[in-house]
Protein backbone atom coordinates (compact mmCIF):
# COMPACT_ATOMS: atom_id res chain seq x y z
CA UNK A 1 0.00 0.00 0.00
CA UNK A 2 2.03 3.59 -1.02
CA UNK A 3 1.63 5.65 1.66
CA UNK A 4 0.60 9.37 1.14
CA UNK A 5 2.77 12.17 1.34
CA UNK A 6 2.80 14.16 3.87
CA UNK A 7 1.43 17.23 3.73
CA UNK A 8 3.04 20.28 5.28
CA UNK A 9 1.12 23.52 6.51
CA UNK A 10 3.80 26.44 5.52
CA UNK A 11 1.86 28.93 8.15
CA UNK A 12 2.44 26.07 10.82
CA UNK A 13 5.93 24.95 10.05
CA UNK A 14 8.28 24.69 13.44
CA UNK A 15 10.97 26.65 11.83
CA UNK A 16 8.97 29.85 10.61
CA UNK A 17 7.03 29.68 14.19
CA UNK A 18 10.65 29.62 15.73
CA UNK A 19 11.40 32.64 13.71
CA UNK A 20 8.80 34.39 14.42
CA UNK A 21 8.79 34.19 17.90
CA UNK A 22 12.55 35.04 17.77
CA UNK A 23 11.76 38.30 15.92
CA UNK A 24 9.97 39.28 19.25
CA UNK A 25 7.78 41.21 16.67
CA UNK A 26 4.10 39.74 17.96
CA UNK A 27 2.11 42.10 20.43
CA UNK A 28 5.01 44.34 20.67
CA UNK A 29 4.57 48.26 21.20
CA UNK A 30 3.92 50.46 18.29
CA UNK A 31 7.28 51.56 16.53
CA UNK A 32 8.41 54.46 14.79
CA UNK A 33 10.67 52.74 12.26
CA UNK A 34 7.49 50.64 11.05
CA UNK A 35 4.93 53.05 11.25
CA UNK A 36 6.93 55.79 9.15
CA UNK A 37 7.18 52.86 5.93
CA UNK A 38 3.16 52.24 6.20
CA UNK A 39 2.38 55.86 6.36
CA UNK A 40 4.62 56.72 3.39
CA UNK A 41 3.42 54.24 1.19
CA UNK A 42 -0.07 55.48 1.74
CA UNK A 43 1.15 58.89 0.59
CA UNK A 44 3.24 57.10 -2.18
CA UNK A 45 0.39 54.99 -3.49
CA UNK A 46 -2.78 56.78 -2.48
CA UNK A 47 -3.91 53.77 -0.83
CA UNK A 48 -6.52 53.38 2.06
CA UNK A 49 -4.46 51.59 4.47
CA UNK A 50 -0.72 49.95 5.16
CA UNK A 51 -0.13 47.49 6.87
CA UNK A 52 2.47 44.75 8.25
CA UNK A 53 1.72 41.83 10.26
CA UNK A 54 3.23 39.09 11.74
CA UNK A 55 1.70 35.60 11.62
CA UNK A 56 1.62 32.97 14.03
CA UNK A 57 0.10 29.57 14.28
CA UNK A 58 -3.12 30.99 15.45
CA UNK A 59 -3.44 34.82 14.28
CA UNK A 60 -2.57 37.59 11.97
CA UNK A 61 -1.38 40.28 14.05
CA UNK A 62 -1.04 43.92 13.00
CA UNK A 63 1.80 45.02 13.79
CA UNK A 64 1.16 48.47 11.99
CA UNK A 65 -1.84 49.45 10.32
CA UNK A 66 -2.61 53.60 9.60
CA UNK A 67 -5.95 53.72 7.84
CA UNK A 68 -7.42 50.08 8.84
CA UNK A 69 -8.56 50.53 12.12
CA UNK A 70 -9.66 46.70 13.86
CA UNK A 71 -13.83 46.29 14.56
CA UNK A 72 -14.58 47.95 17.35
CA UNK A 73 -14.12 45.80 20.72
CA UNK A 74 -11.23 43.60 18.91
CA UNK A 75 -7.71 43.40 18.85
CA UNK A 76 -5.64 44.58 15.80
CA UNK A 77 -5.54 40.87 14.48
CA UNK A 78 -7.59 38.13 12.65
CA UNK A 79 -7.40 34.34 12.65
CA UNK A 80 -4.88 33.02 10.62
CA UNK A 81 -8.00 31.36 8.46
CA UNK A 82 -9.38 34.63 8.39
CA UNK A 83 -6.12 36.36 6.95
CA UNK A 84 -4.86 37.40 3.35
CA UNK A 85 -1.70 37.76 4.97
CA UNK A 86 -1.74 33.41 5.05
CA UNK A 87 -1.37 32.97 0.86
CA UNK A 88 1.37 35.58 1.25
CA UNK A 89 3.21 32.78 2.90
CA UNK A 90 1.72 29.75 1.17
CA UNK A 91 2.77 31.11 -2.12
CA UNK A 92 6.45 32.12 -0.61
CA UNK A 93 5.85 35.51 -2.87
CA UNK A 94 3.39 38.12 -3.49
CA UNK A 95 -0.39 38.29 -2.87
CA UNK A 96 -1.86 40.98 -5.75
CA UNK A 97 -5.63 40.93 -5.51
CA UNK A 98 -7.08 43.95 -7.65
CA UNK A 99 -10.91 42.65 -6.15
CA UNK A 100 -10.44 40.46 -2.70
CA UNK A 101 -13.90 40.11 -3.13
CA UNK A 102 -14.08 38.43 -6.72
CA UNK A 103 -11.25 35.61 -5.55
CA UNK A 104 -12.29 32.53 -3.41
CA UNK A 105 -9.48 32.84 -1.28
CA UNK A 106 -10.51 36.35 0.73
CA UNK A 107 -14.02 37.20 -0.47
CA UNK A 108 -15.33 35.60 2.80
CA UNK A 109 -12.51 36.76 5.08
CA UNK A 110 -14.04 39.74 7.70
CA UNK A 111 -11.39 42.15 5.82
CA UNK A 112 -13.54 42.02 2.88
CA UNK A 113 -17.36 41.72 4.13
CA UNK A 114 -16.84 43.86 7.42
CA UNK A 115 -13.79 46.33 6.76
CA UNK A 116 -14.91 47.34 2.83
CA UNK A 117 -10.88 46.10 1.67
CA UNK A 118 -11.25 45.42 -2.12
CA UNK A 119 -7.93 46.03 -3.45
CA UNK A 120 -4.92 44.10 -1.64
CA UNK A 121 -1.25 43.61 -2.63
CA UNK A 122 0.83 41.93 -0.28
CA UNK A 123 4.76 41.37 -0.04
CA UNK A 124 6.43 38.28 2.48
CA UNK A 125 8.27 39.93 5.00
CA UNK A 126 11.37 37.68 5.67
CA UNK A 127 13.86 36.55 8.27
CA UNK A 128 17.69 36.77 7.15
CA UNK A 129 17.45 32.98 6.53
CA UNK A 130 14.40 33.38 4.71
CA UNK A 131 11.52 32.44 6.90
CA UNK A 132 8.53 34.30 6.31
CA UNK A 133 7.20 36.60 9.23
CA UNK A 134 4.18 38.15 7.10
CA UNK A 135 3.61 40.10 4.46
CA UNK A 136 3.78 44.07 4.10
CA UNK A 137 0.78 45.03 2.20
CA UNK A 138 -1.05 48.19 0.83
CA UNK A 139 -4.76 47.91 0.93
CA UNK A 140 -7.73 49.78 -0.99
CA UNK A 141 -11.19 50.20 0.13
CA UNK A 142 -12.22 50.27 -4.04
CA UNK A 143 -11.02 47.42 -6.31
CA UNK A 144 -7.51 48.76 -7.70
CA UNK A 145 -5.69 47.67 -10.91
CA UNK A 146 -1.83 47.56 -9.50
CA UNK A 147 0.38 49.08 -11.67
CA UNK A 148 3.90 47.62 -12.25
CA UNK A 149 5.41 51.14 -10.41
CA UNK A 150 3.05 50.38 -7.17
CA UNK A 151 4.78 46.69 -7.15
CA UNK A 152 7.91 47.82 -7.32
CA UNK A 153 7.14 50.47 -4.84
CA UNK A 154 6.06 47.91 -2.57
CA UNK A 155 8.25 45.20 -3.14
CA UNK A 156 11.00 47.49 -2.31
CA UNK A 157 9.83 48.48 1.05
CA UNK A 158 8.64 45.45 2.19
CA UNK A 159 12.48 44.79 1.72
CA UNK A 160 13.12 47.52 4.07
CA UNK A 161 10.99 45.98 6.15
CA UNK A 162 12.76 42.66 5.98
CA UNK A 163 16.28 44.76 6.62
CA UNK A 164 14.39 46.59 9.42
CA UNK A 165 13.73 42.94 11.00
CA UNK A 166 17.23 41.63 10.36
CA UNK A 167 18.74 44.39 11.92
CA UNK A 168 16.42 44.26 15.04
CA UNK A 169 17.62 40.30 14.87
CA UNK A 170 21.32 41.27 14.60
CA UNK A 171 21.01 43.29 17.51
CA UNK A 172 19.24 41.28 19.97
CA UNK A 173 21.92 38.18 19.12
CA UNK A 174 24.35 40.27 20.15
CA UNK A 175 22.67 41.39 23.50
CA UNK A 176 22.41 37.86 23.68
CA UNK A 177 25.70 36.95 23.39
CA UNK A 178 26.73 40.10 25.59
CA UNK A 179 24.78 38.86 28.33
CA UNK A 180 25.98 35.31 28.48
CA UNK A 181 29.30 36.40 28.54
CA UNK A 182 28.23 38.68 31.69
CA UNK A 183 26.62 35.67 33.38
CA UNK A 184 29.80 33.61 32.79
CA UNK A 185 32.18 36.45 33.80
CA UNK A 186 29.69 37.38 36.54
CA UNK A 187 29.41 33.63 38.19
CA UNK A 188 32.88 33.75 39.82
CA UNK A 189 30.68 36.49 42.25
CA UNK A 190 28.57 33.41 43.49
CA UNK A 191 31.67 32.99 45.56
CA UNK A 192 30.32 36.41 47.77
CA UNK A 193 27.14 34.80 47.85
CA UNK A 194 27.39 33.50 51.24
CA UNK A 195 28.17 30.21 52.72
CA UNK A 196 24.83 29.03 52.90
CA UNK A 197 24.07 26.73 50.17
CA UNK A 198 20.08 27.85 49.37
CA UNK A 199 22.11 31.62 49.45
CA UNK A 200 24.10 30.61 46.50
CA UNK A 201 21.76 28.60 44.80
CA UNK A 202 19.35 31.80 44.79
CA UNK A 203 22.88 33.45 43.23
CA UNK A 204 22.41 31.40 40.33
CA UNK A 205 18.97 32.02 39.93
CA UNK A 206 19.86 35.66 39.44
CA UNK A 207 22.42 35.41 37.15
CA UNK A 208 20.72 33.40 35.23
CA UNK A 209 17.24 35.33 34.07
CA UNK A 210 17.50 37.58 31.84
CA UNK A 211 21.20 36.27 30.14
CA UNK A 212 20.19 32.30 30.19
CA UNK A 213 15.81 32.84 29.78
CA UNK A 214 13.06 34.68 30.73
CA UNK A 215 12.83 32.79 34.12
CA UNK A 216 14.32 30.85 36.12
CA UNK A 217 13.64 28.16 39.07
CA UNK A 218 16.55 26.91 40.90
CA UNK A 219 15.67 23.63 42.91
CA UNK A 220 17.40 22.04 46.07
CA UNK A 221 17.91 18.64 46.06
CA UNK A 222 17.96 17.21 49.89
CA UNK A 223 18.67 14.31 51.32
CA UNK A 224 14.85 12.85 51.80
CA UNK A 225 14.65 12.35 48.02
CA UNK A 226 13.12 15.86 47.22
CA UNK A 227 13.77 18.23 45.34
CA UNK A 228 12.45 21.57 46.52
CA UNK A 229 12.33 24.95 44.57
CA UNK A 230 14.05 27.77 46.52
CA UNK A 231 14.42 30.40 44.10
CA UNK A 232 12.08 31.13 41.11
CA UNK A 233 13.27 34.86 39.34
CA UNK A 234 10.94 36.16 36.14
CA UNK A 235 12.40 38.47 33.44
CA UNK A 236 9.09 40.79 34.66
CA UNK A 237 8.89 40.82 38.47
CA UNK A 238 4.76 41.71 38.06
CA UNK A 239 4.73 37.86 36.43
CA UNK A 240 6.49 36.01 39.33
CA UNK A 241 3.17 36.46 41.30
CA UNK A 242 2.02 33.38 39.25
CA UNK A 243 4.60 30.92 40.78
CA UNK A 244 3.34 32.06 43.78
CA UNK A 245 0.99 29.57 44.89
CA UNK A 246 3.04 26.55 43.24
CA UNK A 247 6.15 26.41 44.73
CA UNK A 248 5.29 24.37 47.50
CA UNK A 249 3.30 22.29 45.30
CA UNK A 250 6.31 21.72 43.36
CA UNK A 251 8.11 19.24 44.98
CA UNK A 252 9.66 16.37 43.04
CA UNK A 253 10.83 12.77 43.61
CA UNK A 254 14.25 11.80 42.49
CA UNK A 255 12.48 8.69 41.34
CA UNK A 256 10.50 10.77 38.94
CA UNK A 257 10.70 9.74 34.85
CA UNK A 258 11.61 13.29 33.68
CA UNK A 259 12.00 16.93 35.04
CA UNK A 260 14.44 18.19 37.31
CA UNK A 261 13.51 15.33 39.73
CA UNK A 262 15.15 13.03 37.18
CA UNK A 263 17.88 15.73 36.63
CA UNK A 264 19.15 15.30 40.63
CA UNK A 265 18.72 11.57 40.47
CA UNK A 266 20.47 11.14 37.13
CA UNK A 267 23.19 13.83 37.13
CA UNK A 268 22.21 14.51 33.37
CA UNK A 269 20.89 18.01 31.62
CA UNK A 270 17.17 17.20 30.31
CA UNK A 271 15.81 19.87 27.45
CA UNK A 272 12.02 20.77 26.05
CA UNK A 273 12.67 22.06 22.59
CA UNK A 274 9.45 22.74 21.98
CA UNK A 275 6.15 23.89 24.17
CA UNK A 276 4.85 20.48 22.27
CA UNK A 277 7.41 18.47 23.96
CA UNK A 278 6.27 19.84 27.46
CA UNK A 279 2.66 19.11 26.58
CA UNK A 280 3.61 15.68 25.43
CA UNK A 281 5.86 15.14 27.90
CA UNK A 282 3.45 16.06 31.14
CA UNK A 283 1.41 13.66 30.00
CA UNK A 284 3.59 10.45 29.01
CA UNK A 285 6.95 11.57 30.49
CA UNK A 286 9.49 10.14 28.60
CA UNK A 287 13.51 10.35 28.81
CA UNK A 288 15.44 13.34 26.78
CA UNK A 289 11.88 15.78 28.10
CA UNK A 290 11.70 18.07 31.05
CA UNK A 291 8.47 17.38 33.19
CA UNK A 292 8.02 20.25 35.68
CA UNK A 293 6.24 17.75 37.92
CA UNK A 294 3.77 18.94 40.43
CA UNK A 295 0.61 20.35 38.96
CA UNK A 296 0.22 23.99 40.45
CA UNK A 297 4.49 24.69 38.76
CA UNK A 298 3.07 23.07 35.50
CA UNK A 299 0.25 25.14 35.41
CA UNK A 300 2.54 27.78 36.14
CA UNK A 301 4.46 27.53 33.10
CA UNK A 302 1.49 27.05 30.98
CA UNK A 303 0.85 30.78 32.23
CA UNK A 304 3.92 31.97 32.00
CA UNK A 305 3.66 31.05 27.58
CA UNK A 306 6.83 28.90 28.03
CA UNK A 307 7.66 27.57 24.95
CA UNK A 308 11.21 25.75 25.97
CA UNK A 309 13.03 24.95 28.69
CA UNK A 310 16.28 22.82 30.00
CA UNK A 311 17.31 21.48 33.27
CA UNK A 312 20.53 21.32 34.20
CA UNK A 313 22.78 19.79 37.29
CA UNK A 314 24.35 21.94 39.48
CA UNK A 315 27.07 19.42 41.21
CA UNK A 316 30.37 18.97 42.99
CA UNK A 317 33.41 17.07 41.87
CA UNK A 318 31.22 14.54 40.16
CA UNK A 319 29.12 14.03 43.52
CA UNK A 320 25.11 13.39 43.64
CA UNK A 321 23.76 17.12 42.89
CA UNK A 322 23.02 19.69 44.97
CA UNK A 323 20.49 20.94 43.13
CA UNK A 324 18.84 21.31 39.81
CA UNK A 325 18.65 25.09 37.10
CA UNK A 326 15.73 25.21 35.13
CA UNK A 327 15.94 28.03 32.28
CA UNK A 328 13.03 28.85 30.67
CA UNK A 329 11.87 30.83 27.29
CA UNK A 330 8.28 32.71 26.62
CA UNK A 331 6.87 33.51 23.71
CA UNK A 332 9.20 35.23 21.49
CA UNK A 333 12.07 33.89 22.40
CA UNK A 334 13.94 30.88 20.71
CA UNK A 335 13.57 27.48 21.48
CA UNK A 336 16.60 26.11 23.49
CA UNK A 337 19.22 24.18 21.26
CA UNK A 338 22.29 21.31 21.96
CA UNK A 339 24.32 24.62 22.15
CA UNK A 340 22.14 25.98 24.78
CA UNK A 341 22.65 23.56 27.27
CA UNK A 342 26.14 23.22 26.72
CA UNK A 343 26.68 26.65 27.67
CA UNK A 344 24.19 26.43 30.77
CA UNK A 345 26.42 23.39 31.63
CA UNK A 346 29.30 25.43 31.32
CA UNK A 347 28.13 27.79 33.35
CA UNK A 348 26.84 25.45 36.28
CA UNK A 349 30.28 23.81 36.28
CA UNK A 350 31.88 27.47 37.20
CA UNK A 351 29.21 27.53 40.21
CA UNK A 352 31.10 24.93 41.49
CA UNK A 353 33.47 26.00 43.73
CA UNK A 354 30.63 28.21 45.66
CA UNK A 355 28.82 25.28 45.90
CA UNK A 356 31.74 23.13 47.47
CA UNK A 357 32.34 25.75 49.94
CA UNK A 358 28.99 25.71 50.86
CA UNK A 359 29.03 22.10 50.82
CA UNK A 360 31.83 22.37 53.62
CA UNK A 361 30.27 24.73 55.43
CA UNK A 362 27.58 22.59 56.01
CA UNK A 363 29.47 20.21 57.24
CA UNK A 364 31.95 21.98 59.57
CA UNK A 365 28.46 23.71 60.73
CA UNK A 366 26.72 19.90 61.69
CA UNK A 367 30.07 19.36 63.57
CA UNK A 368 30.22 22.12 65.08
CA UNK A 369 26.27 21.54 66.39
CA UNK A 370 27.45 17.88 67.54
CA UNK A 371 30.59 19.64 69.49
CA UNK A 372 28.06 22.37 70.84
CA UNK A 373 25.63 19.89 72.22
CA UNK A 374 28.37 17.57 73.88
CA UNK A 375 30.38 20.48 75.26
CA UNK A 376 28.60 23.54 76.13
CA UNK A 377 26.18 21.50 78.61
CA UNK A 378 24.51 23.05 81.56
CA UNK A 379 25.69 24.75 84.36
CA UNK A 380 25.17 23.05 87.89
CA UNK A 381 22.63 24.01 90.07
CA UNK A 382 24.38 23.77 93.71
CA UNK A 383 22.65 24.79 96.65
CA UNK A 384 23.77 28.35 97.44
CA UNK A 385 24.73 29.13 94.21
CA UNK A 386 23.49 30.56 90.98
CA UNK A 387 25.41 29.93 87.44
CA UNK A 388 24.68 31.24 84.47
CA UNK A 389 26.65 30.16 81.39
CA UNK A 390 26.96 31.81 77.99
CA UNK A 391 28.46 31.24 74.77
CA UNK A 392 28.55 33.82 71.30
CA UNK A 393 30.16 32.64 68.54
CA UNK A 394 32.65 35.37 66.32
CA UNK A 395 30.57 35.69 63.72
CA UNK A 396 27.20 33.48 62.66
CA UNK A 397 29.30 31.59 60.40
CA UNK A 398 31.94 30.67 62.50
CA UNK A 399 29.62 28.49 65.33
CA UNK A 400 32.29 27.25 67.26
CA UNK A 401 36.06 28.04 68.07
CA UNK A 402 38.35 27.28 70.99
CA UNK A 403 36.45 29.42 73.63
CA UNK A 404 34.75 27.41 75.94
CA UNK A 405 33.60 26.96 79.61
CA UNK A 406 32.49 24.41 82.25
CA UNK A 407 30.98 24.02 85.61
CA UNK A 408 30.55 20.91 87.75
CA UNK A 409 29.88 19.73 91.33
CA UNK A 410 32.67 17.78 92.62
CA UNK A 411 32.12 14.73 95.26
CA UNK A 412 32.64 17.10 98.42
CA UNK A 413 29.84 20.04 97.02
CA UNK A 414 32.48 22.13 96.24
CA UNK A 415 31.66 23.96 92.78
CA UNK A 416 34.34 23.79 89.66
CA UNK A 417 34.14 26.67 87.32
CA UNK A 418 36.39 26.55 84.35
CA UNK A 419 37.05 29.35 81.44
CA UNK A 420 39.33 28.70 78.46
CA UNK A 421 40.47 29.61 75.05
CA UNK A 422 42.44 27.46 73.01
CA UNK A 423 44.65 29.29 70.61
CA UNK A 424 43.16 29.63 66.69
CA UNK A 425 38.88 29.51 65.65
CA UNK A 426 38.69 26.52 63.05
CA UNK A 427 37.41 23.12 64.15
CA UNK A 428 41.02 22.00 64.50
CA UNK A 429 40.95 24.41 68.01
CA UNK A 430 37.12 23.09 68.81
CA UNK A 431 38.74 19.68 68.99
CA UNK A 432 42.20 20.66 71.07
CA UNK A 433 39.16 22.65 73.61
CA UNK A 434 37.29 19.40 73.75
CA UNK A 435 40.45 17.25 74.52
CA UNK A 436 41.30 19.76 77.15
CA UNK A 437 38.13 20.50 78.46
CA UNK A 438 37.64 16.31 79.07
CA UNK A 439 41.00 16.24 80.90
CA UNK A 440 40.56 19.51 83.11
CA UNK A 441 36.96 18.12 84.23
CA UNK A 442 38.35 14.52 84.68
CA UNK A 443 41.46 15.30 87.13
CA UNK A 444 38.94 18.48 88.86
CA UNK A 445 36.42 15.97 89.28
CA UNK A 446 38.46 12.99 90.76
CA UNK A 447 40.21 14.66 93.11
CA UNK A 448 40.41 16.87 96.37
CA UNK A 449 42.98 19.07 94.39
CA UNK A 450 42.73 22.72 94.22
CA UNK A 451 42.72 25.06 90.69
CA UNK A 452 46.34 25.36 90.56
CA UNK A 453 47.22 21.61 90.72
CA UNK A 454 44.10 21.09 88.72
CA UNK A 455 45.87 23.24 86.08
CA UNK A 456 49.63 21.85 86.68
CA UNK A 457 48.39 18.10 86.63
CA UNK A 458 46.45 18.86 83.00
CA UNK A 459 48.81 21.06 81.83
CA UNK A 460 51.89 17.47 82.19
CA UNK A 461 48.39 15.05 81.06
CA UNK A 462 48.01 17.36 77.82
CA UNK A 463 51.88 17.08 76.91
CA UNK A 464 51.72 13.47 77.54
CA UNK A 465 48.87 12.70 75.31
CA UNK A 466 50.48 14.45 72.85
CA UNK A 467 47.30 16.52 73.22
CA UNK A 468 48.96 19.71 70.99
CA UNK A 469 47.28 22.57 72.99
CA UNK A 470 48.01 25.96 73.70
CA UNK A 471 45.42 27.74 75.97
CA UNK A 472 44.59 30.38 78.65
CA UNK A 473 42.78 28.41 81.14
CA UNK A 474 41.28 29.71 84.67
CA UNK A 475 39.94 27.49 86.87
CA UNK A 476 37.75 28.81 90.43
CA UNK A 477 36.60 26.49 92.89
CA UNK A 478 34.04 28.04 95.15
CA UNK A 479 33.79 25.99 98.76
CA UNK A 480 30.91 26.37 101.28
CA UNK A 481 32.24 27.83 104.45
CA UNK A 482 31.99 25.55 107.15
CA UNK A 483 29.44 27.32 109.96
CA UNK A 484 28.91 30.11 108.22
CA UNK A 485 25.53 30.20 105.47
CA UNK A 486 27.01 33.56 104.46
CA UNK A 487 30.31 33.23 103.19
CA UNK A 488 31.70 31.27 100.26
CA UNK A 489 35.79 30.38 99.95
CA UNK A 490 36.91 31.38 96.75
CA UNK A 491 39.82 30.22 94.96
CA UNK A 492 41.05 29.99 92.02
CA UNK A 493 44.49 29.92 89.57
CA UNK A 494 44.95 31.79 86.35
CA UNK A 495 47.12 30.48 83.53
CA UNK A 496 47.53 33.06 81.59
CA UNK A 497 43.97 34.27 81.02
CA UNK A 498 42.12 37.05 81.36
CA UNK A 499 41.32 38.21 85.15
CA UNK A 500 38.03 37.52 87.05
CA UNK A 501 35.71 40.50 87.75
CA UNK A 502 33.74 40.69 91.06
CA UNK A 503 30.52 43.13 91.29
CA UNK A 504 29.72 43.60 94.62
CA UNK A 505 26.14 44.44 95.72
CA UNK A 506 27.13 48.21 95.81
CA UNK A 507 27.87 47.94 92.17
CA UNK A 508 31.25 48.33 92.74
CA UNK A 509 33.48 46.20 90.28
CA UNK A 510 36.51 44.92 91.20
CA UNK A 511 39.03 42.96 88.86
CA UNK A 512 40.57 40.39 90.85
CA UNK A 513 43.88 41.06 89.07
CA UNK A 514 47.12 38.72 90.14
CA UNK A 515 50.26 37.61 88.42
CA UNK A 516 49.30 34.12 86.25
CA UNK A 517 51.30 31.30 85.26
CA UNK A 518 52.22 30.46 81.96
CA UNK A 519 49.68 29.59 79.71
CA UNK A 520 49.13 26.03 79.12
CA UNK A 521 50.92 23.97 76.82
CA UNK A 522 54.33 26.23 76.69
CA UNK A 523 55.90 25.31 80.36
CA UNK A 524 54.36 21.77 81.54
CA UNK A 525 55.72 21.59 84.94
CA UNK A 526 55.63 25.54 85.92
CA UNK A 527 54.67 26.14 89.16
CA UNK A 528 51.09 27.40 89.50
CA UNK A 529 49.55 29.43 92.37
CA UNK A 530 46.16 29.80 94.23
CA UNK A 531 44.70 32.55 95.02
CA UNK A 532 41.88 33.22 97.39
CA UNK A 533 38.98 35.34 97.91
CA UNK A 534 35.79 35.86 100.18
CA UNK A 535 32.36 35.93 98.41
CA UNK A 536 29.24 36.97 99.98
CA UNK A 537 25.69 37.04 99.07
CA UNK A 538 24.60 39.04 96.22
CA UNK A 539 27.72 39.42 95.10
CA UNK A 540 28.48 38.45 91.16
CA UNK A 541 31.76 36.99 89.91
CA UNK A 542 32.59 36.70 86.26
CA UNK A 543 34.64 34.71 84.55
CA UNK A 544 35.04 35.59 80.63
CA UNK A 545 37.18 34.63 77.60
CA UNK A 546 39.52 37.24 75.86
CA UNK A 547 36.52 38.39 73.28
CA UNK A 548 34.58 40.42 75.53
CA UNK A 549 36.88 42.97 76.48
CA UNK A 550 39.36 42.93 73.96
CA UNK A 551 39.03 45.28 71.20
CA UNK A 552 41.67 46.08 68.25
CA UNK A 553 43.48 49.41 68.75
CA UNK A 554 42.08 49.68 72.26
CA UNK A 555 43.95 49.36 75.67
CA UNK A 556 43.38 47.34 78.75
CA UNK A 557 42.32 50.18 80.55
CA UNK A 558 40.45 51.34 78.38
CA UNK A 559 38.58 48.19 78.02
CA UNK A 560 37.83 47.64 81.41
CA UNK A 561 36.20 51.26 81.45
CA UNK A 562 33.73 49.62 78.96
CA UNK A 563 33.35 46.61 81.31
CA UNK A 564 32.89 49.04 84.28
CA UNK A 565 30.07 51.36 82.49
CA UNK A 566 27.82 48.18 81.22
CA UNK A 567 27.93 46.69 84.36
CA UNK A 568 26.85 49.72 85.68
CA UNK A 569 23.37 49.64 87.54
CA UNK A 570 23.08 45.88 87.00
CA UNK A 571 24.52 44.42 90.35
CA UNK A 572 20.69 43.80 91.55
CA UNK A 573 19.28 42.33 87.97
CA UNK A 574 18.82 38.64 87.95
CA UNK A 575 22.06 37.29 86.66
CA UNK A 576 20.52 35.84 83.61
CA UNK A 577 19.53 39.26 82.29
CA UNK A 578 23.05 40.68 83.67
CA UNK A 579 24.98 38.32 81.50
CA UNK A 580 22.78 38.62 78.62
CA UNK A 581 23.18 42.39 78.94
CA UNK A 582 26.84 42.09 79.03
CA UNK A 583 27.22 40.34 75.79
CA UNK A 584 24.66 42.96 74.17
CA UNK A 585 26.87 45.80 75.33
CA UNK A 586 30.09 44.67 75.29
CA UNK A 587 30.44 42.38 71.70
CA UNK A 588 31.41 44.60 69.07
CA UNK A 589 29.28 44.64 66.21
CA UNK A 590 31.79 42.75 64.07
CA UNK A 591 32.13 39.94 66.63
CA UNK A 592 35.31 39.49 66.01
CA UNK A 593 35.70 36.71 68.53
CA UNK A 594 34.54 34.35 70.24
CA UNK A 595 32.69 34.65 73.90
CA UNK A 596 32.52 32.38 76.58
CA UNK A 597 30.74 33.84 80.25
CA UNK A 598 30.69 32.35 83.57
CA UNK A 599 28.58 34.52 85.89
CA UNK A 600 28.17 33.42 89.54
CA UNK A 601 25.97 34.63 92.79
CA UNK A 602 26.03 33.27 95.86
CA UNK A 603 22.51 33.54 97.49
CA UNK A 604 20.84 33.34 101.12
CA UNK A 605 20.33 29.60 101.85
CA UNK A 606 16.87 30.91 103.76
CA UNK A 607 15.42 31.61 101.04
CA UNK A 608 14.27 30.30 97.91
CA UNK A 609 16.80 30.22 95.27
CA UNK A 610 15.99 32.81 92.61
CA UNK A 611 14.25 31.96 89.72
CA UNK A 612 16.61 32.13 86.29
CA UNK A 613 14.11 34.70 83.66
CA UNK A 614 15.90 33.10 80.49
CA UNK A 615 17.86 30.42 79.30
CA UNK A 616 20.45 28.72 80.99
CA UNK A 617 22.72 28.67 78.20
CA UNK A 618 21.97 30.56 75.03
CA UNK A 619 22.30 29.39 71.50
CA UNK A 620 25.13 29.79 69.48
CA UNK A 621 23.58 32.66 67.08
CA UNK A 622 20.87 33.96 69.08
CA UNK A 623 23.21 37.09 70.84
CA UNK A 624 21.79 39.70 69.88
CA UNK A 625 24.32 42.67 69.04
CA UNK A 626 24.42 46.21 69.16
CA UNK A 627 22.56 47.94 66.64
CA UNK A 628 20.56 44.93 65.36
Known amino acids: MQELPVVVDPVRSAGRLAAVRRSGLLDSAPEESFDRLTELTRELLGVTACMITVVDGERSWWKSHPGLPPLPGTPPETSVEDSFCRHVIALDDALVLDDSSADERTRDSPLTGQLGVRGYAGFPVRTPDGQVLGSFAALDTAPRAWSAADLRVLGTLAGVVSTEVALRESLRAAEVQRARAEVVARAGELLSAGLEQSAVLTAVGRLAVPALGDVSVVYQARRDGRVVPVSVRHRHPSRQALFAASETAAVLSTEDPSGPGRVAATGLSELVA ?64 EDDVRLVEAIAASVSPALDNARQFATQRDFAARLQEALLTPPPAPDHLNVVVRYAPAEQEAQIGGDWYDAFVQPDGSTMLVIGDVAGHDSSAAVVMGQLRGLIRAIGYDSDAGPAEVLARSDVAATGLRVDAYATVLVARIEQVPGDLTTRRLLWSNAGHPPPVLLDTAGEMTVLERRPSPMLGVAPGAARTDHELQLTDGETLLLYTDGLVERRHVSWEDSLDLLRAALAGAAQLPLDVLADRLLQRMRPEAGEDDVALIAVRPYDQTRPPPAPSGPATIPLTSVPRPGR
Open 274 to 337: TADDGRRSADAPRPGTTGHGGEGLRDAMVALGAVSHLSVPLSVRGEPPLGVLTVVRTAGGDPYT
